[in-house]
C-alpha cells in the first residue's frame, strides 16, 4: 500500500507544526515494495448484518451513565466495516460529549486512532472551543507518516497497527491512501492540519519513563468520559484487517460532575504544563505531586477518584494499590474480576483473606496474561510456576483451595479482554484505566475509580457474567504441561 499526497506541501505543513516530529511520506508512483495491507480476498468487508438484541437496557444513573462495546441490550452498526452488532457505539459516545463542548475539551489518552473523534475535537477546536490534546509518546506519530523503511525495522506488532491504520484509511481499497483519505482518517495528521496542539509525555524531558495511561476527555468543566478504552479501531469496533472481531472488551463510563471534572481537570494541567510552548514544566509518571483519593458523594452514589502513580516516599498503602486493596478488604461474598494484566501479589493476598472468610472469587484474565510466571491467577489456581531463571515471585502464595472459576473468555482471534474492572458483591465497581500491577501504581499515569452504587453495578455484573457464560475456565492442558516441565528442568539445574 502506497500513500498518495495530493499536495505535498500541505503535508510537509502539517508536519512542520511544532507539535509534530518525524514526519514523512511515500510519494504516489514511487518503487517501494507496498506491505500486505489489502483486505483479505478471502474475506471481504461484510455487509450489514443485523444482530438482536438479546436483554433489556438497564437503567442509567442521573450521574454516572456506563456503555460497553459489547453491551448485549444494544446494537450499532460499525461505521468502518458496516457490521450490524450488538454493543454500545463507544465512539459515538465520545463524539457526543464532545460536541456538546463550549468552553473547553481536554483529552489525556493513550492512543487516538478514531476518525470521528479527531472531527468533532477539529470542529470544536475551529468553533473557538479550546482543544488540547495529551497521548503516550509511542503513539505520537501520524500513522500516514510511516514509510516502509520506517514499518521494516518495527517489530511485527507494531507493523500491523500501521498495516490495520492503513486499511482504515484506504476507503476505496484501491491499495493507496490518497491525500483525501488522509484528512479524514489519519486522527494525529488531522489534528496537526487543524492546528490542534497535541503533546505527550516526553514534554517534561523524562523521554516518557513511564507509559502515559489515562483515557478521560473533561468537557467543559463538567462533564468527565473515562474508562478501559483507548480511543482506537481495535478497542471499540475490532481490528480492520480482521472481519471476525468485534473489539476489545471494553467501556466508558460518563461522570456528570462539575467537582469530578475539576479533580481530572487538575491532573490534565499538571501534565500539560505550558503545553507545545517548550517549557518542560510538564508533570508525568513519579514527578507529579501526590494526588490523594478524592471522594464524592453524588446522588446514591459514593465515587472515588485516584490517579497514578504515587510519588517513591508515599507509603503502599497510601498508593492506588492501597486503595484497591481498602476496598477489597469490605467484600462480603463476592468478587468478580474482569481484568487485562493481574500482577500484584498484594492484592491476592487481600482476596485470599476474603476467601478464606467464605467469599466466592471468580476471575477472567486475557489469555495473554492468565498464565504467566507473574499472573495472580495461578497464585489463585494454587499454582507456583518458575520465569525462565528459575525465579519464583517473592512472595508467592499458591492458594490452598484454589478456585474453580478462573481463566479467559473466548473471544475471537485478535480480540483482548480490555477490561479492568472487579464488582464486588454486586454493589461496588473498581475500575478505571488500572491495570493491577505496581507498574501501573508506581509508573504510570493511570486513573483509578471505586463505585459504590449497585444499579451501576449491575452494569458491570451483566458485563462479566456475559463473559464468563463462555469462558475457557481452569488450566489448558498445554499451560500445565509447559509448567511442570519449567519445574522438574528447574529443580535439575
Avoid at 482518517?185 to 523524562?206: E, K
Wanted: glycine share 6%; proline share 6%; with cysteine.
Amino acid at each position: 500500500m502506497v500513500i498518495a499526497a495530493r499536495s505535498l506541501k500541505t503535508f510537509a505543513a502539517a508536519c512542520g507544526l511544532t507539535v509534530l516530529t518525524n514526519c514523512a511520506v511515500v510519494p504516489s508512483g514511487s518503487n517501494s515494495t507496498p506491505l500486505d495491507t489489502a483486505w483479505p480476498d478471502s474475506a471481504p468487508p461484510p455487509v450489514e448484518i443485523k444482530a438482536a438484541v438479546v436483554q433489556e437496557q438497564l437503567p442509567q444513573d442521573q450521574y454516572i451513565q456506563v456503555y460497553f462495546n459489547h453491551n448485549p441490550a444494544a446494537e450499532f452498526t460499525d461505521p468502518y466495516r458496516q457490521i450490524r452488532r450488538p454493543g454500545d457505539d463507544l465512539e459515538q459516545v465520545l463524539v457526543d460529549s464532545i460536541n456538546q463542548a463550549t468552553r473547553t475539551v481536554d483529552v489525556a489518552v493513550q492512543e487516538i486512532r478514531l476518525p470521528k473523534v479527531a472531527q468533532a475535537l477539529v470542529n470544536r477546536h475551529k468553533a473557538g472551543v479550546q482543544v488540547r490534546v495529551i497521548v503516550e509518546n509511542s503513539y505520537r506519530r501520524p500513522w500516514t507518516s510511516y514509510s516502509e523503511a520506517d514499518l521494516a525495522q518495527m517489530d511485527a506488532r507494531g507493523r500491523s497497527r500501521i498495516q490495520d491504520y492503513r486499511r482504515l484509511g484506504d476507503r476505496n481499497r484501491d491499495g493507496i491512501i490518497s491525500q483525501e483519505e488522509a484528512d479524514q482518517t489519519d486522527t494525529l495528521y488531522m489534528l496537526a492540519r487543524a492546528q490542534v496542539p497535541v503533546i505527550d509525555d516526553r514534554a517534561d524531558g523524562s523521554k516518557g519513563s513511564g507509559l502515559m495511561h489515562h483515557k478521560f476527555v473533561v468537557i467543559d468543566g463538567k462533564q468527565v468520559v473515562t474508562g478501559s478504552a483507548n480511543f482506537t479501531p481495535s478497542d471499540t469496533f475490532g481490528d480492520m484487517g480482521r472481519p471476525v472481531t468485534r473489539g476489545n472488551p471494553n467501556h466508558l463510563i460518563a461522570i456528570n460532575s462539575p467537582q469530578v471534572a475539576r479533580w481530572f481537570q487538575a491532573e490534565f494541567n499538571q501534565m500539560w504544563g505550558d503545553g507545545p510552548g517548550g517549557s518542560t514544566d510538564s508533570r508525568f509518571g513519579k514527578q507529579k505531586a501526590f494526588r490523594p483519593p478524592y471522594r464524592i458523594t453524588l446522588g446514591n452514589t459514593q465515587l472515588t477518584v485516584h490517579f497514578a502513580p504515587a510519588p517513591k516516599a508515599i507509603a503502599p498503602a497510601d498508593s492506588t494499590i492501597g486503595t484497591i486493596t481498602k476496598t477489597l478488604q469490605n467484600i462480603q461474598s463476592r468478587a468478580d474480576l474482569a481484568l487485562f494484566v493481574f500482577s500484584e501479589q498484594r492484592l491476592t493476598n487481600a482476596l485470599l483473606k476474603s476467601q478464606r472468610r467464605g467469599a466466592q472469587i471468580r476471575a477472567l484474565i486475557d489469555a495473554g496474561f492468565a498464565f504467566r510466571p507473574y499472573s495472580e491467577g495461578l497464585d489463585m489456581a494454587g499454582i507456583s510456576r518458575p520465569n525462565d531463571k528459575c525465579e519464583i515471585e517473592l512472595g508467592n502464595q499458591p492458594w490452598t483451595t484454589p478456585i474453580a472459576d478462573f481463566g479467559f473468555p473466548s473471544l475471537p482471534e485478535g480480540d483482548l479482554l480490555h477490561h479492568k474492572f472487579t464488582v464486588l458483591d454486586s454493589n461496588i465497581v473498581i475500575t478505571g484505566s488500572h491495570n493491577w500491577s505496581n507498574a501501573a501504581a508506581r509508573n504510570n499515569d493511570e486513573t483509578l475509580i471505586v463505585i459504590e452504587n449497585s444499579a451501576i453495578a449491575q452494569h458491570f455484573q451483566r458485563e462479566f457474567d456475559r463473559l464468563i457464560s463462555t469462558a475457557r475456565l481452569g488450566i489448558p492442558k498445554n499451560v500445565k504441561n509447559k509448567i511442570n516441565q519449567q519445574t522438574q528442568a528447574c529443580r535439575r539445574s
